[in-house]
C-alpha cells in the first residue's frame, strides 16, 4: 500500500509564524487605535484577544517543531478526509441557507461573533461525525 507522509515543512512552519505574528500586530495596532473596545468573548478588546490568539497559534508552532513524530496517513484515511468535507461543507451550506430562511421570517439577534463562532463548533462537530460515519460504511 501507498503511504504518504505528512510532515511539517518549513514552508508550513514559516505560514503558521507569519499568522501568529501578524495577528499579534494586528492586536497591538486595534489597541493602539483603540478599535473594539468593549468586551469580546470575556477579554477587555479585540486586540487583547487578537494577541491572545497569536500567542496560542506561536506556541502551537514551537511545540510541533518540538515533535520528532512523523505522521503517516494511508490513502483511504485521505479518501475518507476528503469525503467527510465535502458532506461537511454541504451541510455547512444548507445550514448557512436554513438560517437566511430563519432570519428573514424572524429576526435572529444573535451577535454575529456568537453566531460565528457557534457555526465553527458545529463545523467541526458535523466535520467529526461525517469522519466517523465514513470510516465505518467505507
Known sequence: ????????TKQNIMI???WGIGLIII???????????EDFLGFPSIGIFLIFIGIIGLFITVFSLMSDKKKIIDERAE????????VTTL???LTLFMTMVLDGIHTITTPYYLYASFLM???ILCY?????LISLYN
Open 27 to 37: 492586536g497591538f495596532i486595534c489597541i493602539v487605535l483603540n478599535i473594539g473596545t
Open 1 to 8: 500500500m501507498v503511504v504518504s507522509k505528512k510532515i511539517n
Open 79 to 86: 479518501h475518507i478526509g476528503y469525503k467527510a468535507s465535502r
Open 128 to 132: 467529526l461525525i461525517s469522519y466517523k
Open 16 to 18: 503558521k509564524s507569519i
Open 121 to 123: 463548533c458545529f463545523y
Open 91 to 93: 451541510v455547512l451550506i
